[in-house]
């Protein structure tokens, strides 16, 4: 079989190029550039693009870059700031899944006649003789599946995960074991183009107004203000005050009044999140209205039990509220049925706070 690996230049990726070879399989590796500009995540930069390189040459593996930074920039960036202007909390990485790693590099893989792509993903596909499933990796502290929950069967016939079976030491020993320079490489951490120095309001502030707001608690009254309300997101505690008595967090944040509800523990739990209908994908087919799933809201979520209603997911136990714009993931055991995007929405009894 002729595979193209996504080669990110971290461990995982550069295992799975190893794995495939050792398989028999035809191998190549590709290396995705996708950022420009400054960046200290880890990823996306010129350094990875060079520890790829050389684990190919490593390998024995040819090796090739694409460019696709303005597709980056089209179905990645400018959404993310979109996304905060509009009072969001995005998710990049999941983006760059969908629309870069699964669909333009795909694309690109089958039109150079290769039979599949792999990437290093810790997550498993499986056929169970009729049709695919994506399913959570072996190193429950690794798994990966969440990012990965948007994808369907036209994508997953063509996708190889060989790490997903592997825990991360394990995958670290079997690069040491090869000699490979990534071998004890740091996993990438953060959004590649948001610098750990500037943060969001360096990159956000060229791109979209930031604008001061107001912070309010539930009957209206101002408690404080913040600098910039786009940056706030549902659960943040950090600028929300105390006043000395119980911490607060932010409930809710309505740019267009640029107000910030805040709220006790107690105030961000509810029962249900509504996921944008315009944002479900599903690997297989809708999950019919009464199903019960394992939710989980993000990347390092812990899954709770819950109901799938057919546009919203109710817990079965109130649970922390989800940020609009994140990933809402569904789980049947360890498979993934599908996801969603969390809708914009104000809890009963606190919204009318928001217009006082």
């Known amino acids: 079989m002729r595979v193209l690996v996504a080669m990110s230049g971290g461990v995982d990726s550069s295992v799975a190029a190893a794995l495939l070879r050792d398989a028999g399989h035809d191998v190549v590796g590709a290396t995705m550039k996708l950022w420009g500009g400054a960046g200290d995540s880890g990823c996306c930069s010129v350094a990875d693009v060079e520890d790829a390189r050389w684990v190919a040459q490593q390998l024995g593996l040819t090796h090739h870059v694409f460019n696709f930074t303005d597709d980056f920039e089209t179905h990645v960036v400018a959404p993310y700031a979109a996304a905060h202007a509009e009072g969001r909390t995005p998710n990049p990485c999941i983006e760059c899944n969908r629309h870069l790693k699964f669909d333009r590099f795909l694309d690109r893989a089958v039109k150079l006649g290769f039979d599949a792509i792999a990437t290093g993903h810790h997550a498993r596909v ?81 791109r979209i107004p930031l604008r001061p707001g107001r912070v309010v608690d539930a009957g209206g009254v101002q408690v404080g203000t913040v600098a910039a309300v786009e ?126």
């Open 126 to 206: 499986t056929f169970d003789g009729d049709r695919f499933e994506l399913r959570r990796a072996v190193d429950a502290a690794k798994d990966q599946s969440y990012v990965l929950a948007m994808l369907g069967q036209s994508q997953l016939a063509r996708l190889l995960l060989p790490v997903g079976d592997l825990t991360k030491a394990e995958v670290r020993a079997q690069a040491a074991a090869l000699g490979l320079r990534t071998a004890a490489k740091p996993d990438s951490q953060d959004v590649c183009f948001i610098t750990s120095t500037g943060g969001r309001a360096a990159f956000l502030g060229p």
């Open 231 to 356: 940056l706030v997101t549902v659960g943040q505690r950090r600028g929300m005050g105390s006043g000395g008595g119980e911490r607060r967090y932010a409930v809710s944040v309505d740019v267009a009044t640029a107000t910030v509800l805040v709220g006790t523990p107690a105030d961000l739990l509810d029962r249900r999140v509504t996921v944008d209908p315009d944002s479900v994908s599903w690997v297989d087919g809708p999950a019919a209205p009464g199903t019960p799933v394992l939710v989980q809201p993000s990347a390092h979520g812990v899954p709770t039990p819950g109901v799938w209603e057919g546009g919203s997911v109710v817990w079965d136990e109130p649970q922390r509220r989800v940020a609009p714009g994140q990933t809402v993931a569904l789980y049947d055991g360890d498979r993934v049925l599908g996801a969603g995007l969390a809708a914009s929405a104000v809890m009963d009894g606190l919204d009318t706070a928001l217009r006082r």
